[in-house]
């Protein structure tokens, strides 16, 4: 069983920049794929980013490459979410979530374990 706690959420004006991290419980956080998603109010959950377990693979939404960076750090049980440019759009609730097969998938069905999410709001 994995538990995972988001963090770093706030609030923040357009242009600017927050960094979200999500902490693991567990033994075996370096086997799992990573990813974040987010969910804007009255809209379906939606995929932003996704890592490996190695690392080494990374995928993200098309409309944060570039402003956007995941990363892990396995030693700390940690993944990241740097999020920079920030928009009124990337407003939402973001979760963290883990898969056991390892992959960095952009597909919410792949993911066995889900965090309760932290807000993001970028005002105009």
């Known amino acids: 069983q994995v538990q995972l706690v988001e963090s770093g959420g706030g609030l923040v004006q357009a242009g600017g920049s927050l960094r979200l991290s999500c902490a693991a419980s567990?033994?075996?956080?370096?086997?799992?794929?990573m990813g974040w998603f987010r969910q804007a109010p009255g809209k379906e959950r939606e995929f932003v980013a996704a890592?490996?377990?190695?690392?080494?693979?990374?995928s993200y939404l098309d409309s944060v490459k570039g402003r956007f960076t995941i990363s892990r750090d396995n030693a700390k049980k940690t993944v990241y979410l740097q999020m920079s440019s920030l928009k009124p759009e990337d407003t939402a609730v973001y979760y963290c979530?883990?898969?056991?097969?390892?992959?960095?998938?952009?597909?919410?069905?792949?993911?066995?374990?889900w965090g309760q999410g932290t807000q993001v709001t970028v005002s105009s």
């Open positions: 979530a883990a898969n056991r097969s390892g992959t960095g998938s952009a597909y919410r069905v792949v993911y066995d374990y």
């Open positions: 567990g033994r075996t956080f370096s086997s799992y794929g």
């Open positions: 890592i490996s377990w190695s690392g080494d693979s990374l």
